[in-house]
RNA sequence: AAAUGCAAUCGCUUCAUCGCUCUGUACUCGAUACAGGGAGGAAAGUCCGGGCAGCACAGGGCACCAUACCACGUGAAAAGUGUGGGCAGCAUAGAUGUAAAUUUAUGUUGACAGAUAGUGUUGCAGAGAUUUAGAAUGCCGAAGCAAACCUAGUUUGCUGGCGAUUGUGAGAAGGGGGUGUAAGAGACCACCGGCAGCGAUGGUAACAGCGCUGGCCUUGAUAAACCUUAUGGGCUGUAAGACCAUGUAGACCGGGAGUAUAAGAAGGCGGCAACGUUUUUUUAUCGGAGGGCGGCUCGUCCGGACCCGGAGGGUAGGUCGCAUUAGUUAAAUGAUGGAGCAUCCAAGGCAACUUGGUGGACAGAACCCGGCUUAUAGAUUGCAUUUUUUU
RNA sequence: GAUCUCGUAGCUCAGCUGGUAGAGCAAUACACUUUUAAUGUAUGGGCCCUGGGUUCGAGUCCCAGCGGGAUCA
């Protein structure tokens, strides 16, 4: 499964699928048992498991169709926050591989308006520090549910 | 030149860096490198239709649904749509005319068959709303009866006659004129108008104008009320459907039906044999129970023993369907910067324009195709009308 | 992707074959009561989701849109 990676494919600012979560299987656990991050503006839900994947991490994007009735709103939402993810996933990759484990992420945008890049690239960053800041859980062992969310 | 209406087209361009998806090729098989393709006019709404799939092979009649001026394309087809035409309405302009109006041209709109096949409805108002209606405001005093008087008659009242006038209403029984009459009325006459029928002419046709009738004129509106006529339509929908994998209960309850007939072949058993019996299978006849052809019925097909209903149990993963160079299964087109081209704002300028800033309409394919509808910053082109300016 | 329903007073709903808008609760005022509640009487409140069309006349019939809700193997 876990193919050892050339060191120029995980630095490079790419995001290909392997490193998307695409099982539906695996979103239900992400969503039913997963811990949370509410800023305002974004959430990210993120679980420690085991992945099909030589990546550290699968990430998904979401934008409520609540407050968002068009579907090309939503997808440039998306995407906005695809592209900011690719440029800054490095410092959870690396905090990942420090500590041998492989985590499942879902990124869900609960704005009002239409952001635009720079703001989505704000707030991505203070995501994925908050990230490095939890204590992670190595994926031998099964996760704790009752795990407190970080302040 | 501007504005408005209609029709048509376009709807940011380009460069650099980073990144996404599909296909192909290469090798050190990493999802690495290279090459190529990669969102609209509406992809939307799902309002119509087709491809395609299932219901046995998709049959007849009724019911139901849809459509409705004509010709030619497109289409399996009523349709829809394109081009051209006919008719009707509206607007503008011109001509004739005192005017009402008529007519011509241009533009535009029209769910544009039938109300003289039948049934229904037509509130309120009004005298009366469609079986030759009705008498409120009215007109008449010819005819009949009665009374009075100045008694061959006149007046008044009642019976009566009338449908012109006023008024109501969306709509009141063809128009104005004459004859006629007690008063009146298509009751009659000429003209005009409408409808129907017939005839010939022009046109492929819709239709047009013309002529004729001892014809009808008592016959409003509504079919987007039922309906009539003509034409078309079997129903359900890609979550259709096919295959693989996994799993389960051929169990339970209620109801119904009963294992056909004949011939041939093969095997088993009994018997010395003829033969008998039983199982499997083939053909022919019959086709009960029940079911299908999603409304009913006819007709037809399946059905050789199980069928119908109830209540439950189990699985809910994958591949195909699925794309002629977009293509997926949490679903690809993006981000940043530079230059240009629009919009908008501010300043300057008589103006062309200059400077600075802002910053790009509606909107994202999910089986495909055609039509319709809706959303749409702005730009361009054509036609028509109006206004202003110049020649 | 497909199929189907519903929009009427502040709320929940009637309104059948077209004729001009109704019920219950709520609101306001008055009466009763020391006061409130309950009760009784009266009153107001609607561009019938929006826009076109048919018709003398549309909540109702037809067309198009907007918004809510439900179902599918």
Not at 52 to 56: E, I, K, L, Q, V
């Given at each position: 499964m876990s193919r050892p990676l050339s060191e120029t494919k995980k630095t490079r600012e790419t995001l290909c699928r392997a490193e998307r979560l695409t099982l539906k299987r695996r979103i239900d656990e992400l969503m039913s048992q997963g811990q949370a991050i509410k800023q305002p503006g974004m959430t990210v839900i993120f679980k420690f498991m085991e992945l099909?994947?030589?990546?550290?991490a699968q990430v998904m994007f979401s934008a409520s169709k609540r407050n968002y009735k068009r579907s090309h709103d939503r997808n440039r939402i998306k995407r906005l926050m695809r592209e900011g993810y690719r440029k800054q996933k490095h410092i959870v990759y690396s905090f990942f591989e420090k500590h041998q484990t492989q985590c499942a992420l879902l990124f869900i945008f609960t704005g009002r308006q239409l952001p635009n890049q720079t703001y989505v690239h704000g707030k991505i960053f203070g995501m994925l520090k908050r990230l490095t800041e939890t204590p992670p859980i190595p994926i031998a062992k099964p996760s704790d549910h009752d795990e407190k969310i970080q302040p």
């Open positions: 099909p994947t030589p990546f550290p």
